[in-house]
């Protein structure tokens, strides 16, 4: 990546290209500012090199206003997501997430929608000592974060095909493949001999061969589904993958591009956008095909405008076509016709089941929160879980926890501590629960507009109270919610979205693909809990009285005039066939 790349963009660059450039490949002043007991803040450069590191700079929103009246700086802590290919960790590694979470962070863990470990709250001067544990246990927080590749995720079930572990393996190649090369990370992190200062050097291609000095120009994200379960939502990736199984054999990967579900209100130049599928990969070619779609991003996405720079927008501004070719010519051959493949559905399937000679218990874990609630021991129950558990532990794509992989010897004693613990029982499994998810928010993200982990699950309970009237206690709704427009629990996908637009106040979107290949699109904005269950309540009604059989909720508004049907992104805010 030369300066001649940044020129064909239009406008200036943005200040992260500078940072970037400046950093000598992600190190900047980190290591020197660690040090700096004065502040518990980093500077603002360094606050963007964190993130290539695996970490965030946030502070706590709840004492913000306070702190400010009393002069004081604000309550900084970090946020750490740490790198689960696949989301496959071993139990010792479960153990020590759990103790790092006890020990640095706020005594709780996150499950994220992309299969990896979130522990909040960690102080400065903690990070270094948190992350050496991490390492510890060989797992690493590097490219959770940053311009580059994010964690790869892959469907997380091995009970549902025979070819699970060898996704889940080329997850992991693809994983190690598209990390950045830069040795920052073992010397800040690690103490290792810091190499060759590259700047005084011509060779940035030997150190970083495929990002080069200035990365990317927005975050990457793949994943690979393995039908009939879209469960890591395939078309919200900027590379979907999705299985092709023949025989019993995995083939190769049916290859989708520019998918990704961040905003901004009130900019009708940036909208969510599911991905397009334009050909079959081998795949024994699948690595160097995704290094090559992630250069092309590299080369080509806008460097200007981040709020315009992920690949989605590389992709509309020149057609489908021109990918397809640009691909073809870098590769030196083509793809293949788009092999055939159906999905069922995108949610998890709960309960034990049995598969591969080995039982599987996927957990609900509402919004992927681990911790011991005043009624629902939760972390303390997976704790005991872990210290017995000789299989694995699985992340899954919708925030919530398989423990896999359970002998049938393991399978009674586990079920006791889940009993012992009531990890299965009450609330925590209702239909529309089971379908939820929503991301942080309030208030340690700094991007919140509105609550959403915390409020989510109040307002169903309300919600809830509307399908028992209706009869539709057990209907399965996809249901989402985002304290801002960046999509980080992919709301764009749902049937029945959420996403903050000032304290109390959401937009509201309706008719998602219940197997997450069609967008949902704005029915209500700017509204709070009165008026959310004010609309949803004859809508729901109609539902229970006029679905036709197997219809789900986001066909029946569509089919219903409630909104238009919106597949592909450049739509999204096309106006709508009702008032809204």
């Not at 006791?416 to 529309?432: C, D, P, Q, V, W």
């Not at 929503?438 to 915390?454: D, I, K, N, Q, Y």
Request: proline content about 4%.
């Amino acid at each position: 990546m030369g300066k001649d790349s940044i020129k064909q963009q239009e406008g200036p660059p943005s200040d992260n290209e500078r940072i970037k450039k400046e950093s000598d490949y992600l190190r900047g002043s980190i290591a020197e500012e660690l040090k700096d007991r004065i502040t518990g803040g980093m500077s603002e450069d360094s606050t963007q090199l964190l993130k290539f590191h695996g970490s965030y700079q946030q502070d706590d929103r709840d004492l913000r206003n306070e702190r400010r009246r009393q002069k004081l700086e604000a309550a900084y802590q970090f946020m750490v997501r740490v790198r689960v290919p696949g989301g496959v960790a071993t139990p010792e590694q479960w153990l020590t997430m759990d103790k790092v979470a006890q020990k640095y962070g706020n005594g709780t863990l996150k499950l994220t929608t992309r299969q990896a470990f979130q522990m909040h709250g960690i102080l400065k001067w903690n990070l270094k000592e948190n992350l050496k544990a991490i390492n510890d246990a060989m797992m690493d927080t590097i490219a959770a974060c940053g311009d580059v590749n994010r964690n790869v995720m892959c469907n997380p079930n091995p009970y549902q095909s025979e070819v699970h572990s060898e996704v889940h393996e080329w997850a992991q190649k693809l994983s190690e493949h598209l990390l950045p090369r830069s040795s920052a990370y073992h010397e800040i992190w690690l103490d290792e001999e810091k190499v060759v200062d590259s700047r005084e050097t011509d060779t940035d291609e030997d150190v970083e061969p495929i990002y080069g000095p200035y990365y990317l120009p927005r975050k990457f994200k793949i994943g690979i589904a393995v039908p009939p379960s879209n469960d890591i939502d395939v078309f919200s990736q900027d590379l979907g993958l999705i299985a092709v199984i023949e025989d019993g054999q995995l083939q190769g990967f049916n290859v989708a591009v520019g998918g990704g579900m961040g905003m901004t209100h009130g900019d009708t130049n940036t909208y969510p956008q599911v991905a397009r599928v334009i050909g079959f990969c081998p795949k024994d070619k699948i690595i160097e095909l995704a290094e090559q779609v992630v250069m092309i991003q590299r080369d080509y996405g806008n460097r200007s405008n981040r709020k315009n720079a992920r690949f989605k927008y590389t992709i509309d501004a020149r057609g489908v076509e021109w990918i397809k070719n640009e691909l073809g010519e870098r590769l030196g051959w083509h793809l293949d016709e788009t092999r055939s493949y159906h999905f069922d559905h995108n949610g998890d399937r709960y309960g034990w089941v049995k598969g591969n000679g080995k039982w599987h218990l996927t957990l609900f874990i509402q919004n992927g929160r681990v911790k011991d609630f005043e009624d629902y021991p939760l972390m303390t129950g997976l704790r005991e879980i872990a210290k017995v558990h000789t299989g694995d532990f699985r992340l899954s794509p919708n925030q919530n926890l398989i423990i896999a992989n359970v002998t049938s010897e393991k399978k009674d004693q586990i079920d006791e501590l889940i009993k012992k613990y009531g990890l299965t029982e009450g609330r925590h499994y209702s239909a529309l629960r089971r379908n939820s998810m929503s991301c942080v928010a309030f208030p340690t993200c700094g991007l919140a507009m509105a609550e959403a982990e915390r409020y989510l699950p109040s307002l169903l309970d309300k919600i809830e109270v509307i399908l028992d009237e209706a009869g539709l206690h057990e209907e399965e709704i996809v249901i989402r919610m985002s304290g801002c427009p960046n999509g980080c629990s992919r709301p764009g996908l749902a049937e029945l979205a959420f996403i903050g637009k000032a304290p109390g106040k959401y937009n509201m979107y309706l008719g998602g693909g219940f197997t997450g290949d069609r967008l949902n699109k704005l029915y209500r904005e700017n509204i709070g809990e009165e008026e959310i269950l004010e609309n949803l309540r004859p809508i729901l009604f109609q539902y229970a009285k006029e679905r036709q059989d197997g219809e789900h909720f986001g066909d029946y508004v569509i089919r219903a005039g409630y909104v238009n049907e919106v597949r592909t992104g450049l739509d999204f805010h096309t106006t709508n066939m009702v008032e809204s």
